[in-house]
């Protein structure tokens, strides 16, 4: 089977079973061998788990070997909602044909991404019909508060983590996230990493392999 986006795939060691999926979704101007890096360690701890890193469905502006989920070369609110619901739609597209490929429902399904893929990961994670296993945030923001609270459609439990340090998206945004998730009672944990820029570091990675270990095992039960 085809998917919709370019994607990297990691499958489990050793033709393990896959019982599990991963999709981790990159930055702006990034692409899915980018954030595959961090399924370097994960795989080693999580046996029947396939990995999916997809490319963003659109050339970056202002990074042509990049990829991007939506245009940020415009400063207008209205215009990047726009085109961050049409990557939603994609996105979903591509979530439902690895659904089919790989005979899995949501539960077994795990959403992240790292800054604008962090942004895309939250606004699919929520407003499918279905809950996910869990959505893991890297750095990332809320799109739209007002569009996205209109939409919502599923409580997925969340970790959120971002760097006090950020200098492309401002840990402020980090807060404003952990406040709405709060306010809508959806369970969600945070972590500000102390001294941290825009970037996944070890910290990082650690605190989400966790959480993804921790959630695996409980949708079994």
Request: proline fraction near 2%.
């Amino acid at each position: 089977m085809t998917f919709c986006l370019d994607t990297v795939i990691i499958n489990p060691e050793n033709d393990q079973p896959i019982e599990n999926a991963v999709i981790l979704l990159h930055g702006y101007g990034g692409d899915g061998k980018d954030i595959s890096l961090l399924t370097l360690n994960w795989k080693r701890f999580l046996k029947n788990t396939v990995f999916l890193c997809p490319n963003g469905h659109e050339k970056c502006e202002i990074n042509p070997i990049g990829f991007q989920w939506f245009d940020l070369s415009k400063n207008d609110d209205a215009y990047i909602l726009e085109k961050s619901i049409q990557a939603e739609k994609i996105i979903m597209k591509f979530v439902e044909e690895v659904k089919i490929k790989y005979q899995l429902s949501n539960k077994n399904i795990i959403i992240g991404g790292f800054s604008q893929g962090c942004m895309m990961s939250l606004n699919v994670g929520v407003t499918s019909k279905e809950k996910f296993n869990c959505i893991i945030g890297f750095s990332g923001k809320i799109i739209n508060i007002n569009n996205l609270e209109k939409r919502i459609q599923n409580k997925t439990k969340i970790l959120l983590i971002h760097g006090d340090q950020d200098e492309i998206v401002s840990s402020n945004f980090f807060l404003e996230a952990k406040d709405f998730f709060e306010r809508n009672k959806f369970d969600v944990e945070t972590k500000l990493i102390k001294d941290c820029g825009h970037n996944i570091p070890i910290e990082a990675s650690s605190l989400a392999l966790s959480y993804l270990k921790k959630n695996i095992q409980s949708s079994k039960l």
